[in-house]
């Protein structure tokens, strides 16, 4: 079956540093990826997404390329910021999956990023 | 944009209550929303997709007649948790995709802890 693996948290960082969370995946075919932002006491937000192999989504700062020869899906940020604290999570959508069965996304378990001024 | 309202926010219970968690979509209609759960240091997991107007789906693995899913309006869908345990503490998430650009918005999730 599908499934999401992320790095374990918690990630701490100082303001201005660079991020990563790593995000590999297994699934059959060529499954969309995404990366999700939880804030404190807010619903999950689509951050980027990336539908083929090799596209590169990005919003706020954030990057991930879809690696397909490693199945990987890493977030980067090149300088944080102390409202980019937040749980992150990584996902992805089966390639068959159409209509509204693009909710059926398979999680990763989260990372709690907290960055400090 | 969009938002999904889901409450309670967090929620104590005793063993064999049950508990009643409600997602609206405020501003569109929803004939499809999605419930979710995630244990601690576990990745959030579909648990089953509801209807409006027809039964729930539920993934492999989740009792049914245990988490009780009702979508009798499109914007309004409630799972119940039915004589929870202790086992059943998680958060719970859901989701409502706006159909019309293919977006998904989630509720701010539920924090169950059974006593």
């Known amino acids: 079956g599908n499934s999401v693996t992320q790095m374990e948290g918690p990630v701490t960082l100082s303001e201005e540093a660079f991020l990563t969370i790593n995000c590999t995946y297994t699934?059959?075919?060529?499954?969309?990826l995404f990366w999700y932002v939880q804030y404190p006491g807010e619903g999950l937000q689509l951050l980027l997404k990336?539908?083929?192999?090799?596209d590169k989504g990005s919003n706020k700062g954030f990057e991930a390329t879809y690696r397909k020869e490693t199945t990987s899906f890493h977030l980067e940020k090149g300088s944080v910021q102390v409202s980019d604290s937040a749980v992150y999570f990584c996902?992805?959508?089966?390639?068959?999956?159409?209509?509204?069965?693009?909710?059926?996304?398979?999680f990763g378990q989260g990372t709690i990023l907290t960055v400090h001024p | 944009g969009a938002v999904v309202s889901q409450h309670p926010s967090w929620v104590i219970c005793k063993s064999g209550t049950s508990v009643k968690i409600e997602c609206r979509s405020l501003?569109?209609?929803?004939?499809?929303m999605f419930w979710y759960r995630q244990f601690p240091k576990q990745s959030l997991m579909l648990m089953a997709t509801?209807?409006?107007?027809?039964?729930?789906?539920?993934e492999q693995g989740v009792e049914k007649d245990k988490f009780l899913i009702n979508h009798a309006s499109l914007t309004l869908s409630t799972l119940t948790v039915t004589s929870a345990h202790p086992e059943d503490s998680s958060f719970y998430i859901c989701?409502?995709?706006?159909?019309?650009?293919?977006?998904?918005?989630f509720g701010s999730g539920t924090q169950l802890s059974v006593l």
């Open positions: 989701s409502a995709p706006q159909e019309i650009n293919e977006k998904l918005f």
């Open positions: 699934a059959t075919g060529y499954p969309s």
């Open positions: 990336a539908t083929k192999a090799d």
């Open positions: 996902a992805l959508l089966p390639a068959n999956a159409g209509g509204t069965s693009y909710g059926k996304l398979t």
């Open positions: 501003d569109f209609q929803a004939t499809t």
């Open positions: 509801s209807n409006e107007g027809s039964k729930a789906t539920y």
